[in-house]
């Protein structure tokens, strides 16, 4: 897979120009993770092999994603654009490229494709694992998103397709109804018992055929957990046995009105009729599960890395480590995501490159999902795709201390964007929050009556920023 670089990007070192050799790309997609990881603070937390992703790339540990929900965000990522707030944000932009006159611009995988890439989805990278519709989601002629894959995989095994696996329990047990699947479970088997398992035996298998041709590669693995249910090898659960979990941060249920829900995602699995917003010890054990999927998870990317080394390709390869969007434990009173809560946004970022200028330097810059196809582009040597709304992350790649720009997300009743200090919402209606970062209540008291000049500053940013969907 030798192809000699385009250009140096404009005023930098190009990283991959180091290499004489295009690189590849391993983008890795972690469902519902919040930054719940030892190198994002949560000392707790057993995950070693992103830890030390982390500790020779860089972490970026104030990502935003652009959307509170799975398919939205996953929008952002592969478009580098704003989209719908839907879930099925990707199979609408697909049902309008089948208009004749509709011009739509390339996805990130067409992008790469396009410039000479093997484009490869494992797992859950868009919405649907495994990328296609139907009734359960593996139908060939609804494909999610078109021209972006040379090859899409999703391993169901003993769950039969992509719905069963998603929301799958251990050794093929298939949720029929929420209220008779259990939110959690801890079944004592290898880590094929769960679907997580099969993908990342597929993904090493496609990396040692990957190696072996002479194209470079962009190669997406989506591991589904920590998605609900909450289910993992005990052997993961087994490590927080004796640990003592912090305190949930601000647990109370707002007072005034926000973007809280419910938690009605979670709370229609079966909880043995337990409710964790009043019942501590049932919400610990929740979070321990939580924590349990996570260090599985975790080991199942430290056996794609260890992969990438075996075959020689790790110097020459991209690494992209994304969690699609935070969730809350406990915090607000909230079990789930779709909130515009900081809890529900923020999620893991990390970015290695071969030749990383100061390996292990955390960026504390504010940065979104949208940021990442152009930083892609630029490190590996291509055209940058002029019609994507991000920010190429370089400036933080070459110096940790960048400074970084405003984030903004969507939901479908309210917007919001995030700046250094302050967090706005919008809400349709046109009632707004405004919360200070600054102070230690931050979002739970709103200060919009008080600082009324920062509400009009920050709404003017918003409306702006949108506008370029």
């Not at 979670?266 to 501590?280: A, E, G, V």
């Not at 209606?429 to 739970?444: F, M």
């Not at 000049?453 to 918003?462: A, D, G, P, Y």
Request: charged share 20%.
């Amino acid at each position: 897979m030798i192809k000699l670089l385009k250009l140096p990007f404009l005023g930098l070192i190009c990283l991959s120009s180091l290499t004489a050799e295009k690189l590849n790309v391993l983008l890795l997609c972690i469902d519902d993770l919040r930054p719940e990881l030892k190198s994002f603070g949560a000392t707790y937390i057993h995950s070693p092999n992103i830890d030390r992703l982390a500790e020779e790339g860089r972490a970026f540990t104030r990502h935003y994603t652009n959307a509170p929900t799975c398919g939205a965000s996953r929008y952002s990522l592969l478009t580098g654009r704003y989209g719908s707030a839907s879930n099925q944000a990707l199979f609408m932009r697909a049902k309008r490229m089948q208009q004749p006159t509709y011009q739509e611009p390339p996805s990130m995988p067409e992008w790469f494709r396009q410039h000479g890439y093997t484009t490869v989805s494992i797992g859950k990278v868009s919405h649907h694992p495994g990328g296609l519709g139907g009734k359960n989601w593996d139908d060939p002629a609804q494909v999610e998103m078109p021209s972006a894959w040379d090859q899409q995989l999703m391993p169901s095994g003993s769950w039969q397709n992509p719905v069963g696996a998603m929301h799958g329990l251990a050794n093929g047990k298939v949720r029929k109804k929420s209220k008779e699947h259990d939110v959690y479970e801890a079944f004592d088997g290898d880590d094929d018992s769960y679907n997580d398992g099969l993908i990342t035996t597929e993904a090493v298998a496609k990396l040692t055929q990957l190696a072996e041709a002479e194209q470079p590669f962009f190669l997406a693995v989506g591991l589904i957990r920590p998605h609900l249910p909450f289910g993992a090898p005990k052997k993961y659960l087994d490590l927080y046995a004796d640990v003592e979990l912090p305190p949930i941060a601000h647990p109370e249920k707002p007072s005034h009105r926000s973007t809280w829900h419910g938690s009605g995602e979670f709370m229609n699995y079966n909880r043995w009729q337990r409710d964790p917003r009043t019942d501590s010890e049932f919400a610990d054990e929740v979070r321990r599960h939580y924590a349990a999927c996570v260090s599985y998870a975790d080991a199942q990317v430290g056996k794609l890395l260890e992969q990438l080394k075996s075959t020689g390709l790790a110097d020459n390869t991209i690494i992209i480590l994304w969690g699609d969007h935070g969730w809350h434990l406990g915090e607000h009173a909230i079990w789930g995501k779709h909130a515009l809560f900081e809890e529900s946004l923020h999620s893991p970022l990390i970015i290695h490159t071969p030749d990383m200028p100061q390996p292990g330097q955390q960026s504390a810059a504010i940065i979104e999902t949208v940021d990442i196809f152009p930083t892609l582009c630029d490190l590996a040597g291509l055209d940058q795709a002029d019609f994507v709304v991000g920010s190429s992350l370089l400036p933080q790649i070459h110096d940790p201390l960048a400074a970084g720009h405003t984030a903004v997300a969507y939901k479908g009743s309210a917007q919001t964007i995030r700046t250094d200090h302050y967090r706005l919402i919008l809400h349709k209606d046109g009632y707004t929050e405004l919360y200070d970062h600054r102070k230690t209540d931050a979002e739970t008291k709103n200060l919009k009556t008080i600082q009324p000049e920062i509400v009009n500053q920050l709404r003017k940013q918003l409306t702006e920023r949108l506008k370029r969907r």
